[in-house]
T-cell receptor, first 111, second 113 residues
Framework: EDKVVQSPLSLVVHEGDTVTLNCSYEVTNFRSLLWYKQEKKAPTFLFMLTSSGIEKKSGRLSSILDKKELSSILNITATQTGDSAIYLCAVEGYNTDKLIFGTGTRLQVFP | DADVTQTPRNRITKTGKRIMLECSQTKGHDRMYWYRQDPGLGLRLIYYSFDVKDINKGEISDGYSVSRQAQAKFSLSLESAIPNQTALYFC????????????FGPGTRLLVL
């Protein structure tokens, strides 16, 4: 059965800290892994990863995929209160056109 | 203007009532999805549709039905609502050429008493 597991489930840090969020997956014929940020309501797209070892960056956020370990990490450096959100990881396999989501990591950044 | 809209945004209903959640999109995407989100369970797929004539069950379709009235409209119905259907419901769309990137509506918070 395809599944996505994220850790930690919850994280509380102070502004300026660096955080690493983890996502591991089991999916038949892996195609891509995606990260979303969910603040108040709807998730918004952050990154799509398809190849191992290639880092995607957007400002203070970066992510990398390790196909050997069936995992991905999302790094946020110099965190700000605006980074407080739920971060969702999702994967897709070639055998399916659906995304499988993890439970998310809730990040709280305090001043 | 929002590309994906959902109505209503909040709804309180009673057990046994029929309720419909509506989703409209202006992105011109063929693919539309309904998810529910529960604390600790993440997003789970209820139904999805790849075009007007195509309807597919997701992982938790029991107790739900859908209708794809047009390319731009995809509605979700609870024929007889029950309390464990209390959740946050999201509609999403995607382009077949960019299936991995889904665009989400703002969500509908449903409370079944």
């Amino acid at each position: 059965e395809d599944k996505v597991v994220q850790s930690p489930l919850s994280l509380v840090v102070h502004e300026g800290d660096t955080v690493t969020l983890n996502c591991s997956y089991e999916v038949t014929n892996f195609r891509s892994l995606l990260w979303y940020k969910q603040e108040k309501k709807a998730p918004t797209f952050l990154f799509m990863l398809t190849s191992s070892g290639i880092e995607k960056k957007s400002g203070r956020l970066s992510s990398i995929l390790d196909k050997k370990e069936l995992s991905s990490i999302l790094n946020i450096t110099a965190t700000q209160t605006g980074d407080s959100a739920i971060y969702l990881c999702a994967v897709e396999g070639y055998n399916t056109d659906k995304l499988i989501f993890g439970t998310g990591t809730r990040l709280q950044v305090f001043p | 203007d929002a590309d994906v809209t959902q109505t209503p945004r909040n709804r309180i209903t009673k057990t046994g009532k029929r309720i419909m959640l509506e989703c409209s999109q202006t992105k011109g995407h063929d693919r539309m999805y309904w998810y529910r989100q529960d604390p600790g369970l993440g997003l789970r797929l209820i139904y999805y549709s790849f075009d007007v004539k195509d309807i597919n069950k997701g992982e938790i379709s029991d107790g739900y039905s859908v209708s794809r009235q047009a390319q731009a409209k995809f509605s979700l119905s609870l024929e007889s609502a029950i309390p464990n259907q209390t959740a946050l419901y999201f509609c999403a769309t995607s382009d077949p050429g960019q299936q991995e990137t889904q665009y989400f509506g703002p969500g509908t918070r449903l409370l079944v008493l």
